[in-house]
């Protein structure tokens, strides 16, 4: 395939036909020394990625330069410094979404143990200093994030839901449903994490989990070059992390006062409470975390559309995340947490086109658990273990029985569906890391990953009939078919990853990935290879450069789409005559003829430090997809759908970035994308969807 050779080519001619950088010196012996630098957070959890400084000998300005020498830590939180000379010696650490740790005068032998702490909304004046934006050597993935303050303090519409904030990530899209849509991609095809579990949802793959953007540490977007840790997301990974207590009590409390409106007439507008408490169970050893966060819409749409009464929607939601870590021994952290989210909504989708009448009362509800163990053996090795539940419910019940009729301007009657349905997760992961120096250092990952998921779907629907503007029929539309229904899946996947420093300035990440579901049932092999290259010792230009095989995980939502029933269509002409037969729409799966779909991405990224503390980063992806699933009709029958591997999708996108801190604490950010997105199959087909028309590409 002429793009695989062509990305190929291109990272073997970038990263392993770059000349060798030069190898610092070596001491005198019996002048040097070794130190190691393990570096961690408030509660004692390892920082990885963390740019470890040593700074000196401390001279005077009479004595000439200071010495410089730079490492960053692995996931163990530890790096270290060979033939380091006599002292003294200064240590500075920094990383960003922590403030920045400097110490005078350090020790020039053995290890040492650092901490760096988390940025927090600022209360009062303190003398911290936040880290500085910087090229990051050990960054190899495509990334993007948003601090917590960040989420916190940009101003965005609707701040109360951190998925507006996506917005300002260059290369997301959100579509009216505040679904992010990463790189031109569906929803369903990025892999959403909270604290390192899978919270996407189940069986549609939508981005529903909402947590209070107090809790928020970090949001996070890996687009491209992603380690074989992650799969089932081609389209890229959104991380959230959440915060935890640490040994001062903390408590905040925000939006607690309601806002009015004067649209008709002088009325409650809404409310958005939010609740924070965190500190310590016992000082040094376990700490909880608590964020509870509400809200009260009173929605009234002003349209001469809608008349009194049919204008109004009132909206709650409540959520809560709680959490609690404990440091059971020095080496040995054991993490808890649980979440939940309840909505209800009395006219979901209200609009000039659909009031109040027409539109189905809406409750959701997500509970989600989880319980991660991180043990590290000695300061090399660390091994996780971590289990995860998440269930999804969603309820929608007309609020009356009158037939429900469609018009050219506007919905009349009672909506057409009663629906229920419920989708669940169980997740059971294991990481080990472990070090190895051969040629070089080598961080070694490898790890396992399980998940059991069922989709539970109960479904009533009364007919639709299709009105044109003089009131004469068009259409009516009957449905069969619905009862209660199950459709399950296990997943299970394994990976191996490296991370080969071959010198200071060369980081190789090779990987490959397996991934094996009972739908599909065909073992699927997803190799990887990315790199960086630092060309100036100084580290301001950076390139970086990637090419890896991602699947698709399989949408239990259109497995279980022949388990909703079929739809049966009359037509009529203007006179109020049948013109054609009845049309009987069905949905068929034939799963032995089922393949995964598969993407193939690369990319190519430079970074570089400008004069004036500009920071400049360009990137270039490029994304094919083959063997989407789709539903297409029947060659025999245009409204029998047969779901088949008949989509293929390529997307391509160059995005120029730049970046300017100022005041040590602010960054001014400009980026523009040009990107093309290309499709054969556009069309959803559903019972719901009264589109016919052929896929066109």
């Known amino acids: 395939m002429p793009t695989v050779r062509f990305s190929t080519s291109l990272f073997v001619l970038i990263v392993f036909c770059l000349p060798v950088a030069p190898q610092t010196p070596s001491a005198a012996p019996g002048d040097a020394h070794s130190l190691t630098v393990a570096v961690l957070d408030e509660n004692g959890v390892a920082v990885q990625s963390a740019e470890v400084q040593l ?47 400097t110490i005078p005068n350090i020790q020039i032998s053995g290890a040492l143990e650092v901490r760096i702490a988390h940025q927090q909304e600022v209360k009062e004046t303190v003398n911290v ?97 992603i380690p074989a840790q992650h799969g089932k997301g081609p389209a890229g990974v959104l991380g959230l992390q959440t915060g935890i207590g640490d040994d001062h009590y903390r408590f905040a409390v925000t939006n607690f006062i309601p806002s009015v409106q004067d649209k008709k007439g002088l009325a409650l507008d809404k409310v958005n ?111 996780e273990f971590g289990l995860a539940f998440n269930q999804y419910g969603l309820g929608q019940t007309p609020v009356g029985s009158a037939p429900y009729v469609l018009t050219p301007t506007q919905a009349q009657g009672n909506y057409f569906q009663t629906v229920r349905t419920t989708a669940s997760r169980w997740q059971a992961l294991a990481n080990f890391y472990a070090a190895h120096e051969w040629h070089g250092r080598h961080d070694l990952m490898l790890g396992v990953d399980t998940d059991r998921l069922v989709f539970d779907q109960s479904s009533q629907r009364t007919p639709i009939l299709s009105v044109r503007q003089d009131g004469s029929r068009a259409r009516y539309s009957t449905f069969s078919g619905g009862p209660p229904s199950a459709t399950y899946n296990t997943e299970s996947s394994a990976y191996l990853q490296d991370r080969w420093t071959l010198f200071p300035r060369l980081l190789i990440e090779p990987g490959l990935r397996f991934d094996w579901d009972e739908i599909v049932r065909r073992p699927l092999f997803s190799p990887r290879l990315a790199g960086t290259y630092v060309l100036d010792n100084a580290g301001n230009t950076k390139i970086s450069a990637g090419v890896g095989v991602v699947y698709e995980s399989t949408n239990l939502f259109l497995i279980g789409q022949p388990l909703a029933g079929s739809r049966n269509d009359t037509f009529y002409d203007a006179s109020g005559q049948l013109v054609t037969a009845t049309a009987l729409t069905t949905f068929m799966v034939d799963r032995s003829s089922l393949y ?60 120029v970035d730049l970046r300017h801190p100022f005041r040590e604490r602010y960054i001014l950010t400009a980026s523009y994308t040009r990107s093309n997105s290309r499709s054969n199959q556009v069309l959803d087909y559903s019972l719901d969807n009264l589109i016919l028309s052929p896929q066109v590409p």
Not at 185 to 203: C, I, K, N, R
Not at 633 to 652: G, K, P
């Open 129 to 225: 200093v936040e880290s500085p934006l910087a090229i990051d050597p050990s960054q190899v993935a495509a990334q993007e994030q948003l601090s917590g303050l960040d989420i916190l303090n940009i101003p965005y519409p609707n701040t109360r839901d951190y998925r507006y904030a996506l917005a300002f990530i260059p290369g997301i899209v959100l579509d009216p449903n505040a679904q992010p849509h990463i790189a031109g991609s569906e929803t369903y095809q990025t892999l959403v994490l909270l604290d390192g579990f899978d919270v996407t949802q189940p069986a549609n793959g939508q981005l529903l989990a909402r947590v209070s953007t107090d809790a928020l540490r970090a949001v996070k977007v890996e687009t491209s070059r």
């Open 596 to 655: 995964a779909p598969r993407f193939l991405n690369w990319s190519l990224a430079l970074e570089q430090r400008l004069p004036r503390q500009l920071f400049l980063k360009t990137e270039f992806l490029h994304r094919n997809s083959t063997q989407g699933f789709v539903y297409d009709s029947n060659a025999s029958n245009a409204t029998d759908f047969v779901l088949q591997n008949n989509r293929h999708d390529r997307y391509h996108s160059l995005t």
């Open 273 to 383: 409470p939010r609740l924070t408490f965190s500190g310590p169970l016992e000082k040094g050893r376990i700490w909880f975390y608590d964020g509870l966060d509400g809200e009260y819409d009173n929605v009234v749409i002003v349209s001469p559309e809608l008349p009194t009464g049919e204008d109004t929607d009132h909206i709650w939601r409540l959520g809560n995340l709680a959490k609690m870590q404990a440091n059971l021994a020095s080496r040995d952290i054991v993490t808890t947490s649980f979440l939940v989210n309840r909505l209800h909504d009395d006219h979901f989708k209200l609009s000039p086109a659909a009031p109040a009448t027409t539109t189905p009362e809406d409750s959701e509800e997500l509970y989600a658990a989880s319980i991660k163990d991180q043990h590290s053996f000695g300061a090399e090795k660390l091994l």
């Open 55 to 101: 700074l000196g000998p401390i001279l005077g300005p009479s004595h000439g330069p200071v010495e410089f020498q730079r490492c960053v830590t692995d996931p163990a939180g530890r790096c270290g410094f060979a033939n380091v000379n006599a002292g003294p010696w200064g240590l500075r650490v920094e990383k960003e979404g922590f403030y920045l740790l």
